[in-house]
Structure formats: C-alpha cells, structure tokens
C-alpha cells in the first residue's frame, strides 16, 4: 500500500534525467486498464505491454517485474492503491544499464504523485525531466497534402518563421507534390529532406499528412528519429477523423501542442535559462 507521507511539493522534487527510452504510468484494475501518461512507448507498443503484463499485476496486486522483450528491456513497478493497482513501465534498449535506485525512486514519487490527485500537468512536467525534451529543433509544421497547414509550433526567436508560416506550409506541400510528380512516379522514391545553407528540413508523410521538422544541425540522431515516429502517430491517433472532415476549424488542432512539448523543446537558448 502507497503512504503518502510527503507533501505534494516534494513529491516534485523526483530526481533528474533517467537513462530510458520512454516511461508509462497505467492504473489497472480487474475491470479495465486506464493508460494514464506514456512519453516515449508508441501506442501499439504500450497496448502490448498492457494486456501482456497485465495478469501478473492484479495477481500480484504490488512488486517489480522485469523482461526482455525483443530489443527492449521492459520494467515495471506497481503498487496497491485502494481498488486498483498503479503501474509504472520503463522501455529501454536491452543493453543500456539504468540506475535500479533512482528507477525505485521515480517509481515511488510518480505512484504518489498519481495518488495524490497531481494534475496531468504536473506529471507531464515530472516526467520532461526524467527524458528529457529534444533540443535543437526551431519549428514544426503539419500540413495536410491539400495545402493546409493544421499545426505549427515555432521557436520564439524565429520572428520571420513566425509571421510566414502560411506561406512556408503551402511551400512544403507544393514542392512534396512537384518531387513525386518528377521523382516518385518512375522511382517510387518521396522527398524526405530540404537543405540550406544551414539549416534543413526533415520530411515525412503519414496518411496523406505532411511533417515538417526545421533543424539547424544536420546530425540525425536515434532519438530524434524516434521522437518524429512518436509525434506523427500521437496526431493521428488524435486527430485522423478530423483531418478527414477538416471543416477549415483550425483550433481543433491547438491541444497538440501539449503533446509536442513532451518531445521537442522550442525555446530560444536565452529562455532556457
């Protein structure tokens, strides 16, 4: 059983940057499974590991479990609160060793945190700091194929982006439709990056929805790489009928910006200070 013997503001005070690929936080009980947050586990992937563990949970009701899933190292701590049981999941490459104490300490204050009615907010912002946000992107667009551009997120020093982003959408979208008419109708190929002097564009296209990833560095990592997968399907999964039926209502799209703040941080160096 979970004591809440701290206050709410200490339970804040989680310790910093796990070595981890993505975290997830469930409440299971006999009935139902309620996904509560997850950064970093694709849908699909959390789905699995839900109905895969879920039976040794509620049979254990509290505990620690850990396992080799394909390329993953899966641990899971739980804990018995009242009906229901709260689980922590950590997905990491099978080869990178985490701090086991530090992992029982977040679990710990993220299961406290969970108990003691922490808003979303406040777990979300726990949690940028266990992974933290990826840095060096200056802006985000996401453009249907038609042309409209549905969502942008611009770092604050980007003025110019800022008062052209409309412009700079409709040439996303053309220039992805001249490319696969020249390109892709002999070679199958789509174009995938745009580069300046020094700065480019990443481009990938999901379900006829085009993201846009503005970069000044030209190094590619892992992570990033991930953290595009993630976004895309996060809007999708949100927003896929709405963009069917896109009726010209742009605020629909507004609530995304939260989910892009989990993975990208788009203030200027001076504001991260």
Known sequence: MIVLEKGHQELL???????????????????????????????????????LYRP?????????LIDLLGIFTVSIHFYSFDFESIAIFYVNEKDTLTNYDVMCSVSRG??????????????????????????GLSALFVISTTGHTLFTKIREDKVSISKNYIQIGGFLSAILMFSNEV?????????QEINFENQQFLISVKEDIIFAYLLESSVKS??????????????????????????????????????VDKYFCLKSAHLRI
Do not use: W
């Open 13 to 51: 005070d989680i310790p910093t940057t796990m070595d981890i690929l993505g975290i997830g936080i469930v409440s299971i009980t006999e009935k139902n499974s309620n996904l509560i947050y997850r950064k970093g586990i694709s849908r699909s992937l959390m789905n699995d590991l839900i109905t």
């Open 183 to 191: 390109i892709g109708r002999n070679t199958g190929d789509t174009l």
């Open 110 to 135: 993220l299961a406290r945190m969970y108990c003691s009615n922490a808003t979303l907010a406040t777990i979300n912002e726990t949690c940028n700091k266990i992974i933290p946000s990826y840095e």
């Open 222 to 259: 892992e992570l990033l790489k991930r953290y595009m997968d993630l976004i895309a399907e996060e809007f999708l999964d949100q927003f896929r009928e709405r963009v069917k039926n896109f009726n010209g209502d742009l605020n629909q799209f507004h609530k995304f910006e939260s989910i």
């Open 56 to 64: 040794d949970i509620l049979e254990k009701k509290e505990g620690k």
